[in-house]
């Protein structure tokens, strides 16, 4: 590799970096267990969690999305996969999700910012494995102390295919 | 050109049809036997009517979409000379496809093999060597095979692999003026599916996808639960005083020539001044109320505002327009089928109007909607309960005694009865009774 290719990262960032993964891990381990309410308490009040449809680069405002939710959606989602009547997660599937390629995108650790990362999801359901692969950006901000979670945008691999039941936590 | 009808499979299933469907009822093997799935591309998707897609879609000369009828894959295109075309998407030559991206825009079609092009009008640009050839090809009749028959209603493009048959006016019939439900909820009687899809799959018969007023409460409980959490939210606003109950003024309807209707529009218009003062908390929502009334005069303008777009209505065998979308129904194999969701996008309703369909539409369709996977779900757990078949009928006797034949000659039942589902399965058994 040649010299300089990859930039050095200070220490301080370094805490920053971890902060983030700690809190990325933290996410996607209480989607991968289906902790519907603790998911939720790590976001802001006004959110948007975007899944585009069809293609990445798209306008949300004139483009349908898997997903485009606000708070009142969110809850909404939220609300129902924990009533029992959310057949699709009848029975839940088993997930496993690996986060990784972490990178902060201007990001201060006093207040937050943008942070990229890419996820590999194993799930099975019923005799079915599946896998979902794609990028994530999340814009966190700091409040009283902690880090939540005000944007996620989810960019799935396979977002322009047939996609039977996409409905545990993403 | 004048090609026979496709049917060169003839399986055993072919004389049982008469065995298979009964008035009351109907037995499993129609969604689970492979010889039943051919006959069925051949007799109904290789002769009927089939929606291919809206004008909206192709705005500009050399747009495309790839899309399916049945088994045969196709290229929905506008050529340079702004035509509309359904063309099959296979060289003449040896028979790859000569396009392959689902969707873009093209001046021309090559086929990679060996170096052959079509114009996106279809004709057959030139071919690579042609002195191996002792004719000439571009004066030859090699150009991109068309659908042997393609006509639109209202901008629905319709195409046909059979050379003859009922005109589709004729075919549509009654459907036609529910499809107008949806193309005049626009004072211009214009819409747009220019909002890209939904692909959404399951492993289960493409005839499952059907019009059933009867599981909205069981089958969508969690969904109904949060509408009643807050009436004012996403499809919520459309679905106050329970539509699917039998004392609603909701009904079923069989349009004949197995298209079909969930008709919500009595029950709707009882809610007619709620929605406008829905329709008047956006930015254009009192313009459009007005621009409805003088396009359309104030009682068809108070039930196309009420209907929202949304006729509910099945037409046979591969759209429905349901909600803000319009579908496509793919079948693949017996077991699996792919279901493509176009949001609509009205026009004369303000941005912020359709963007707020759009959400509406996703927060109950699409394979992280709220409705749709558990739909899915069902449909895969009646497709593995069919392999039971030491009983193996499929009962659709529910509202048998109760159904009435309308004014308009459809025959209407309430709407949890099971007429829906009798007028599918009566056209589907014509259609794969009849000869030639």
């Not at chain 1, 989607?31 to 899944?51: K, N, Q």
């Not at chain 2, 809206?54 to 050399?62: F, Y």
């Not at chain 2, 045969?72 to 496809?97: E, S």
């Not at chain 2, 004709?123 to 150009?143: A, C, F, H, I, W």
Request: with cysteine; glycine share 10%.
């Amino acid at each position: 590799m040649t010299a300089g290719a990859l930039q050095d990262t200070l220490l301080t960032d370094w805490a920053a970096l971890r902060e983030v993964e700690l809190f990325l891990f933290r996410e996607a381990e209480l989607a991968d267990t289906h902790r519907y309410e603790e998911w939720l308490a790590l976001w802001t009040r006004e959110i948007v969690y975007w899944v585009p449809a069809n293609r990445d680069d798209v306008d949300p405002q004139r483009q349908v999305a898997l997903i485009y939710d606000n708070r009142a959606r969110l809850e909404d989602r939220v609300f129902r996969l924990g009533t029992p009547f959310a057949h699709a997660q009848r029975p839940r599937s088993k997930l496993l999700r690996t986060v990784s390629n972490i990178e902060l995108i201007d990001y201060d650790p006093a207040r937050g910012g943008t942070v990229q990362s890419r996820f590999v999801i194993g799930e099975l359901r019923r005799e079915q494995e599946s896998f979902w692969l794609g990028r994530a950006r999340h814009v966190l901000v700091r409040e009283g102390g902690r880090l939540l979670m005000k944007e996620k945008h989810v960019f799935l691999l396979r977002n322009g295919t047939a996609i039977g039941n996409l409905t545990f936590l993403l | 050109m004048n090609q026979p009808a496709i049917e060169w499979i003839r399986p055993a299933a072919e004389n049982m049809i008469s065995e298979l469907v009964k008035p009351d009822r109907v037995h499993s093997r129609i969604y689970t036997d492979p010889g039943i799935f051919e006959l069925e591309m051949a007799r109904i998707f290789g002769k009927a009517w089939l929606f291919i897609g809206h004008e909206s879609e192709l705005p500009a000369p050399g747009d495309y979409k790839l899309r399916l009828m049945g088994k045969t894959p196709v290229i929905f295109v506008r050529g340079r000379d702004k035509v509309v075309r359904v063309l099959l998407n296979r060289c003449r030559h040896r028979g790859a496809q000569v396009c392959e991206e689902e969707e873009g825009n093209a001046r021309q079609f090559t086929c990679w093999f060996h170096g052959w092009s079509f114009e996106n009008t279809g004709k057959l640009l030139g071919v690579t060597q042609p002195e191996g050839y002792e004719r000439s090809m571009t004066n030859s009749d090699m150009d991109l095979t068309p659908a042997p028959r393609m006509e639109s209603y209202r901008g629905f493009v319709f195409a046909s692999l059979s050379a003859s048959g009922a005109a589709l006016k004729d075919e549509l019939g009654l459907a036609a003026s529910r499809i107008d439900i949806l193309t005049d909820a626009s004072p211009t009687g214009e819409i747009f599916l220019d909002a890209g899809h939904h692909k959404t799959s399951y492993r289960g018969n493409w005839k499952m996808v059907g019009m059933d007023g009867y599981h909205p409460n069981y089958l969508h409980g969690s969904v109904v639960a949060g509408w009643k959490r807050n009436a004012d939210s996403g499809i919520g606003s459309t679905h106050r005083d329970d539509p699917y109950s039998d004392g609603a003024l909701s009904r079923t309807r069989d349009l004949g020539h197995g298209h079909c209707q969930l008709d919500l529009l009595q029950q709707r218009l009882k809610d007619y001044e709620r929605h406008c003062e829905y329709l008047k908390r956006f930015k254009g929502g009192a313009e459009y109320i007005a621009g409805m009334h003088k396009a359309y005069g104030a009682e068809r303008a108070r039930l196309l505002i009420a209907a929202g777009g949304d006729p509910h209505v099945g037409v046979f065998p591969n759209m429905q327009i349901v909600n803000n979308q319009v579908r496509i129904i793919n079948p693949i194999t017996p077991g699996y089928t792919e279901l493509l969701m176009f949001p609509t996008r009205i026009g004369g309703m303000s941005d912020e109007m359709n963007t707020e369909r759009l959400r509406q539409h996703e927060s109950f369709y699409g394979p992280c909607g709220s409705g749709s996977p558990d739909d899915a779900e069902m449909f895969e757990r009646v497709q593995r309960g069919l392999y039971a078949e030491v009983d193996p009928w499929i009962d659709l006797s529910r509202g048998m005694r109760r159904e009435k034949v309308d004014a308009d000659g459809s025959i209407v039942g309430l709407i949890t009865d099971e007429v829906t589902q009798r007028g599918q399965a009566k056209r589907w058994a014509q259609l794969m009774e009849a000869q030639g």
